[in-house]
């Protein structure tokens, strides 16, 4: 079974710098997708980047991009010029590409909350 | 694009009632839609999968009985909570998925308080 782990539960950054947030995960398909979601206070989940695990180049989506390490089994997650609104849960998730039994379930870490100070 | 909506986004009901939840694909048809539970200051819990047409699937540890999904549309699928109860109280979340797309697209999530 696959898993996805954040070993940091909580992060802090100051307005306008960079922070780096982490994410492994464990799994013996060679074919799958990674994704970064934002939870804001209000509770909404919103996609922040998608990988696609045949692809070597790292997604990069405006301030957001990430490091994706295949043989090591490492996403994580850049922000660039931190803002106050991104402040949030992120939570990294593994979708297997071959649906299977699975039916394309997302399995998310425990996620990492990011507070930036103004 | 790719909008997800839910309702209600908030209910309080009474210990033995039944609550409906509705999460709607608004702007894309969703083959598949996914429940979710999250407690406080915790990840997404999968609840079920449901495809449009068939019978939802139930992760391991969730009641089928108690959690009825009905997916009858391509944009519409509900989760009714029958019989709540308090321990039921929680913030209930779906997804949509654009057929064998990867992405999931998630609504705002219901909280549900069973008094």
């Known amino acids: 079974a696959q898993t996805v782990t954040q070993s940091q539960p909580e992060m802090s950054v100051q307005e306008a710098e960079t922070v780096t947030l982490s994410c492994t995960y464990d799994?013996?398909?060679?074919?799958?997708?990674l994704f970064w979601y934002k939870q804001p206070p209000s509770r909404q989940m919103i996609l922040v980047i998608r990988?696609?695990?045949?692809?070597?180049q790292n997604a990069t989506e405006n301030r957001f991009s990430v490091n994706f390490q295949k043989a090591a089994k490492s996403f994580s997650l850049k922000i660039s010029d931190s803002q106050l609104g991104d402040a949030a849960m992120y939570f990294c998730?593994?979708?297997?590409?071959?649906?299977?039994?699975?039916?394309?379930?997302?399995?998310f870490g425990k996620g990492t909350k990011l507070s930036v100070k103004p | 694009g790719a909008v997800v909506s839910q309702h209600p986004s908030w209910v309080i009901c009474k210990s033995g009632t039944s609550v409906k939840i509705e999460c709607r694909s608004l702007?894309?048809?969703?083959?598949?839609m996914f429940w979710y539970r999250q407690f406080p200051k915790q990840s997404l819990m999968l609840m079920a999968t449901s495809n449009e047409g068939s019978k939802a699937t139930y992760e391991q540890g969730v009641e089928k009985d108690k959690f009825l999904i009905n997916h009858a549309s391509l944009t519409l699928s509900t989760l009714t909570v029958t019989s709540a109860h308090p321990e039921d109280s929680s913030f209930y979340i779906c997804s949509a998925s654009l057929g064998r797309d990867t992405t999931q697209y998630f609504g705002p999530g219901t909280r549900l308080l069973v008094l």
């Open positions: 702007d894309f048809q969703a083959t598949t």
């Open positions: 799994t013996s398909e060679s074919d799958y997708y």
């Open positions: 990988q696609e695990a045949y692809k070597q």
């Open positions: 998730a593994y979708r297997s590409r071959n649906y299977g039994g699975s039916q394309g379930n997302l399995i």
